[in-house]
């Protein structure tokens, strides 16, 4: 497998001493050519890593934003190709941010894992993560992924034991999702306190970075886990500022963008400035 994108990435962010910020969108929300300007600006409003949801009729483990998300995508007639399309249409002019792409199992099912790697591959997509996959069930996956150049990141939860955490991180690469709190996207905050002992027990297991996500909605707490962590995923907060400037009939893109920024700033400067209590 390969991970020289997202190795990179961390591996710069190493030197910088800082946490990585990583965006996740919801392809084709609230429509494709605004998901496209959303996700070309992203880099520049501050996103180290860029995670693209492709829609899906049941996604279990979201939350009312991204489910909303999901269903407004899929009004649009966003599929999993024309995600692969908007990544495709991303590198044209970006070829350093890593993008993973971030859905359920049915779609990649449906397509054929082998033709998926490869096309996926071939549309600049650095890795993997299957929210309903299990480790027992991926290694059909994992190998396509892997003979395409493709990381398969899994996720790690507050429930997963050591015994547990060995099964998880046997494949992956890139880094490991940490699941913050029990539950979907979006409901609960996390506590960077109860956080990092799991940060570096998952560290520890993997040898890889970790991502910390679910539950981070605001600059003060992202940098809080920025502090503990070696990535800060946020998605609700993200599609929540899709919904609300369609209702108010705003700029999307400068809204979202704006949103990034802020957040990414936080994230840039966590290590630096004087704790937060949250």
């Known amino acids: 497998m390969t991970t020289a994108r997202i190795d990179a990435r961390f591996a710069a962010l190493a030197r910088e001493s800082r946490a990585a910020f990583v965006a996740y969108v919801m392809a084709g929300d609230p ?39 999901a269903q407004r995508a899929l009004a649009k007639g966003m599929t999993l190709k024309g995600t692969l399309e908007l990544a495709a249409a991303f590198r044209q002019d970006d070829q350093d941010t890593p993008i993973i792409l971030m859905g359920y199992l049915n779609p990649l099912l449906n397509w054929g894992f082998e033709a998926f790697a490869r096309d996926a591959a071939d549309a600049g997509i650095d890795g993997v993560i299957v929210v309903d996959c299990p480790p027992e069930e991926a290694p059909p996956l994992a190998r ?107 700029d999307v893109t400068a809204a979202v963008l704006s949103k990034a920024e802020s957040l990414a700033k936080s994230v840039r400067l966590a290590r630096t400035a004087q704790p937060t209590t949250v």
């Open 144 to 250: 396509a992924l892997d003979a395409a150049g493709l990381s398969l990141i899994r996720l790690a939860t507050p429930t997963s034991d050591d015994a547990r955490l060995q099964t998880i991180v046997q494949g992956t690469s890139g880094f490991v999702y940490y699941v913050s709190v029990a539950g979907v996207t979006g409901v609960k905050e996390a506590d960077a306190a109860v956080v990092a002992p799991h940060v570096e027990r998952v560290r520890k297991a993997s040898g890889l970075p970790v991502a910390v996500g679910f539950g981070i909605k605001t600059p003060e707490r992202a940098a809080a886990v920025a502090r503990v962590a070696d990535a800060v995923v946020v998605g609700s907060a993200l599609v929540d500022e899709v919904a609300g400037a369609v209702e108010r009939n705003e």
């Open 31 to 69: 429509d494709r050519d605004t998901a496209l300007k959303i996700l070309r600006g992203l880099p520049a409003a501050g996103a180290d890593l860029i995670e693209l949801g492709f829609p899906f009729s049941d996604p279990m483990a979201e939350g009312p934003p991204i489910q909303r998300a």
